[in-house]
């Protein structure tokens, strides 16, 4: 649990930081990165048989760069951003086709639905 709530808390901190902070020009973005393909992922993802198709690095760099130098940035400050979205829309690595969605063999968490099956099958009484 503390994990899930320290994501939430991070995803309104730019938020925070942009209302205390931004009146003295200080911008702040929340930037996910996505999935990344580096050699890390890669060997973790081999063990498992899943194939390492995320993002190139350079795809985040290029969004942090543009982030911090386009005056076109400034719209976001204070709010959350997905770097691959961000990279394709802007076209900040030239040539890089864009985000793949679903692009790894993980399966959703579908807790939620197997429970409700689960009591739906338990006779009632």
């Known amino acids: 649990m503390g994990y899930g709530v320290s994501k939430g808390a991070f995803q309104r901190i730019a938020g925070f930081i942009d209302v205390e902070l931004g009146p003295s020009g200080i911008r702040c973005f929340n930037l996910s990165p996505g999935s990344v393909a580096t050699e890390r992922i890669a060997q973790d ?6 194939p390492n198709k995320g993002a190139p690095a350079d795809v985040v760099g290029a969004v942090v760069a543009w982030l911090a130098t386009s005056p076109d940035a400034d719209q976001f400050t204070g709010t959350n951003l997905e770097a691959q979205f961000v990279c394709a829309e802007r076209n900040l690595v030239p040539g ?3 985000p793949l969605r679903y692009q790894n063999n993980i399966r959703l968490d579908e807790s939620g639905t197997n429970l409700n099956r689960l009591e739906a099958e338990v006779p009632a009484g």
């Open 45 to 50: 993802m081999a063990e498992f048989g899943i």
């Open 96 to 98: 890089w086709p864009g």
